[in-house]
């Protein structure tokens, strides 16, 4: 079955850069668009980027030019390299394989990973 595992967070100062990967297994990892979503308490999931199969991206207004997305798929595995971090940026940060519908993305497996804690705060 699909397996997603997220790493790479902790707590760092505003203005700060981090690091996530997510490692993906029991999936064809180049079949897919893969994507990172986070969730802060009391808010609801939501998408922060998106890499195509083709490599092209995709960000959410509020990471914009802040985040950047990327795989290598030799090694099953999707980053978010997130600089200039916000207070608001705090969340916890899941992966999943993504879909198109309509003008949004929708994640394609049910079951998510445990996530990783991004904390941002002097």
């Known amino acids: 079955q699909v397996q997603l595992v997220e790493s790479g967070g902790g707590l760092v100062q505003p203005g700060g850069s981090l690091r996530l990967s997510c490692v993906a297994s029991g999936i064809i990892f180049n079949g897919y668009a893969m994507g990172w979503y986070r969730q802060a308490p009391g808010k609801q999931r939501e998408l922060v980027a998106v890499?195509?199969?083709?490599?092209?991206?995709y960000f959410a207004d509020s990471v914009t030019g802040r985040f950047t997305i990327s795989r290598d798929s030799a090694k099953n595995t999707v980053y978010l390299q997130m600089n200039s971090l916000k207070p608001e940026d705090t969340a916890v940060y899941y992966c999943?394989?993504?879909?198109?519908?309509?003008?949004?993305?929708?994640?394609?497996?049910?079951?998510w990973g445990q996530g990783t804690q991004v904390t941002v705060s002097s």
């Open positions: 999943n394989a993504v879909r198109r519908y309509s003008s949004d993305y929708v994640p394609l497996f049910d079951s």
């Open positions: 890499i195509r199969r083709g490599d092209s991206t």
